[in-house]
């Protein structure tokens, strides 16, 4: 939800690696930003509203220093401003938050007994001030955040420096992202690996508890005993050049061209020979699937093909209500969790809740090393590589393609070896269609359906996130056959609508669909894989006909590029679309 990065090193390079750092990690939180650095062994901190490029304005980059904290901020608890920016700083302590404090208002009510004073409206300013509160008591920073550990509840990753130790930057973590990297004479902390990419690609991964004492030498990293515990390095399979745009004009153009290449690489993990690194289903006589937006939909893809196909029961559910409903699972359940950034807390806290009920968990998860993937009994990966627009496209690809290799491991069949080597050609080929002129007919539009029956339904429900989520137009996915019970009465003349079919046993049913909306006036673009010649539709988009199990992989192609090429004439921020964020870590 937020971003933290830090520096601490002997380069007095702090000010330019925390501010490139803040850059890269914009896409997690960008209402405000903010930074703090010592020189002349003072803290000094500057933070502005907006976007990163307006800190960049006030802060003076000559200055050296060998200490900073930064912060871009998604905002939870207080309005985007100034005042309720991070770094927040109390007597002693200066720090900067990812997550929610959720037992503030007790802390807050503590503190102000203790006379504290606030000034902002954050859970973040109250949690600086009590590590100062309990600091003044311990004098000792070490087991003063070992003391937070165990007050503090909710999720926090905080980066902290302490006037009476500008040797070392601090931090620890619950529930929120948190690695720490090794550089040359220095050292870095951030929430995700981009961050530190142009430093280095090897980084740890913090666990919940766990303290962090950085200085430009020495990573010295505490358990909840305050035992120094030692820590697997691991490797980021990318660059710092693979995580910026490469040319494209938007992160999210770059990523959908990657969409071949993503299929391939996640096709080639699981599929060569005996389904590789597949756990085995076949203890389990239903399964559950959890996940929060774009994720949720491959679900439902997922259930759709699993249940046709493989005759196993599924069950798919957002995560936010299923970890409030009463299940029905068993040991003969498995329950997976589908998650890109692998630490959404909606996700994350059902995630946690079924495995103390002893279930089996299978997370299929892009992130390596994130929270999903590390808490799963058994993980799954979406081979994306970093995926930086907020929209997820080619994540949310891999997580399609994830569901079709397991539907073709339950069902043992390798006979579409021949046309899965087709397909990255076939995406390449959808990628390269012109959807600068449909995008031209329906950008101006204030309401667009998407419908289709079946398995194009959860496909038309990604379609219309991707189009809200950009370009900032109302939109909504309606089963093709329910439309006529009521929302209807919303088609006016010229409304877009949407329609896919690529289910040849649906089709003349989703015409007819199409016929009653186009008899109202709509402006019809048609989605299929099939050969109609018609003047039902105004536009139609042909894509190629293949297999149900691999069909979805190329139908959502069209629809990313349409959402893309809408918001681009409304001139929105695509890849990073107001009040939104990449990774959503609090609940
Ligand atoms: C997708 O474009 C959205 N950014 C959002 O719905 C996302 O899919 C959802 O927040 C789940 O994120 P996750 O896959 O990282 O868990």
């Avoid at 490029?53 to 050296?64: A, H, T």
């Avoid at 770094?87 to 102000?112: C, D, Q, R």
């Avoid at 018609?534 to 190629?544: E, L, Q, R, T």
Wanted: proline content about 2%.
């Amino acid at each position: 939800m937020c971003g933290i990065t830090g520096y601490i090193g002997k380069n007095n390079n702090a000010i330019k690696i925390v501010m490139h750092g803040l850059e890269a990690l914009e896409y997690r939180g960008y209402d405000s930003s903010g930074i703090a650095y010592t020189n002349d062994n003072k803290v000094n901190i500057t933070k502005e509203k907006g976007k990163i490029n307006n800190l960049k304005k006030s802060v003076d980059f000559n200055i050296k220093s060998n200490l900073a904290i930064g912060h871009t901020r998604w905002a939870t608890h207080g309005e985007p401003n100034k005042v309720n920016s991070h770094p927040h700083s109390v007597n002693k302590f200066t720090i900067v938050h990812n997550g929610i404090i959720e037992n503030y208002i007790e802390l807050k009510e503590e503190l102000l007994n203790n006379n504290y004073v606030f000034k902002s409206s954050t859970d973040t300013e109250i949690a600086c001030a009590y590590i100062d509160f309990i600091y003044k008591k311990e004098k000792d920073i070490l087991k003063t955040l070992n003391q937070v550990t165990k007050i503090f509840r909710g999720s926090y990753a905080l980066g902290i420096i302490c006037n009476d130790d500008l040797d070392n930057l601090y931090a620890v973590r619950k529930t929120s992202p948190l690695i720490i990297a090794q550089g040359k004479d220095e050292n870095y902390i951030a929430s995700d690996v981009p961050a530190i990419l142009k430093c280095t690609n090897k980084y740890i991964l913090l666990d919940d508890f766990q303290i962090a004492k950085i200085n430009s030498d020495n990573i010295e990293i505490y358990n909840q005993k305050l035992e120094l515990v030692t820590k697997e390095t691991l490797e980021f399979d990318g660059t710092y050049e693979s995580s910026i745009k490469n040319g494209f004009e938007h992160f999210m153009l770059k990523e959908i061209h990657e969409e071949p290449s993503v299929f391939r690489n996640t096709v080639n993990t699981y599929l060569n020979k005996n389904f590789k690194n597949i756990p085995n289903f076949s203890k389990y006589n239903n399964l559950h699937i959890v996940a929060c937006g774009s994720a949720y939909h491959t679900g439902l893809v997922g259930k759709y093909l699993i249940e046709k196909y493989a005759n196993i029961p599924v069950y798919v559910e957002v995560a936010s209500e299923y970890r409030y409903k009463h299940n029905f699972y068993d040991k003969q359940t498995l329950v997976i969790f589908v998650s890109q950034s692998g630490e959404t807390a909606d996700t994350l806290a059902c995630l946690k809740k079924v495995k103390e009920d002893g279930i089996d968990t299978l997370g299929i998860v892009n992130v390596v090393g994130s929270s999903v993937a590390r808490e799963s009994k058994y993980v799954m990966y979406t081979k994306a590589g970093c995926e930086i627009a907020v929209a997820t496209t080619k994540a949310y690809l891999a997580q399609l393609t994830v569901f079709s290799i397991i539907t073709m491991y339950l069902i043992n069949d390798k006979s579409l070896s021949n046309e899965i080597s087709s397909i990255p050609t076939l995406i390449d080929n959808l990628i390269n269609k012109d959807y600068k002129s449909i995008a031209k007919e329906i950008y101006k539009d204030k309401n667009i359906f998407f419908i289709g029956r079946g398995i194009d339904y959860f496909l038309s429900m990604e379609g219309s996130l991707k189009l809200k989520e950009i370009s900032y137009i109302n939109s909504v996915a309606y089963q093709a056959g329910e439309l006529k019970h009521g929302t209807i009465s919303l088609i006016e003349k010229n409304t877009p609508v949407i329609a896919i079919s690529t289910d040849n046993t649906l089709t003349e049913k989703t015409i007819s669909n199409i016929k009653e909306v186009k008899a109202r006036g709509a402006k019809i673009i048609f989605v299929t894989n099939q050969n109609i010649i018609d003047n039902f539709y105004d536009i139609k988009i042909d894509i190629p006909k293949v297999s149900e199990l691999l069909q979805p992989i190329l139908t959502i192609v069209p629809l990313q590029l349409i959402a893309y090429e809408v918001a681009k004439l409304n001139k929105c921020d695509i890849d990073k679309p107001r009040n939104l964020a990449k990774s959503v870590t609090v609940e």
